[in-house]
């Protein structure tokens, strides 16, 4: 993983072969995670990689406390989420806007538009307009995807029994595109992403 890193940061390794790429070779393509980075913190979004459960705790305590936020702030509809975050768990018929966050998993990272593919196991029977503008991701290294085909080709994989419903991709709120009038009802949401290692 610290190559990720590396590549990500530009850190370039001392190989000899650099001076000598062939034109026949095809070119070295970035690896999905990438990719993914680099488009996702170029839209505005909060690219946060842990390497284990601590850090990430620790991450999450960070977000809280950079926004003035606590954990009360925080919707969840995931009871694994609730139980890993220390979060209250929310009652049923709850109003989403009265909260400041949504903290939510994923099914998949798009490398290609840098967005992230979610559905009703993450969002209920909530439209994304009716939710908070601020979304914190928890995602592992196994859910990067080159594109959305390949990510409703997996999503048609792991739910072959009975496909969700809800399926979307959350974007980063962008500030330059909010002055566009072409994205005006866009459900752009500020986003968070925290990817744990292990």
Known sequence: MVGFWNQLFGRKK?????????PYLP????????????????????????EDVKSTDDFFKLILE??????????????????????????????????????????????????????HHQLKDFKLETLPDF???????????NDVSEGMSQL???????LPNNITTLNVKNSKDEKDFLSYGNSAKNLYLVLQEH
């Not at 001392?14 to 062939?22: E, F, I, L, M």
């Open 135 to 145: 979304f914190i991701v928890f995602s592992g290294l196994d859910n990067f995807v």
């Open 14 to 22: 001392n190989n000899p072969d650099t001076g000598a790429n062939s």
């Open 66 to 119: 950079e926004n003035h936020w606590s954990s009360q702030d925080v919707l969840c509809f995931d009871p694994q989420l609730i139980q890993r975050f220390g979060l209250e768990p929310s009652a049923d018929s709850i109003d989403p806007q009265k909260f400041k966050a949504l903290l939510i998993s994923c099914e998949y990272l798009i490398a290609n538009k840098g967005t992230v593919l979610i559905c």
């Open 27 to 50: 070119e070295k393509k970035n690896d999905v995670e990438i990719i993914f980075a680099e488009k996702f913190t170029q839209k505005g979004g909060k690219f946060i990689y842990s």
């Open 156 to 162: 048609k994989k792991k739910y072959a029994d009975h």
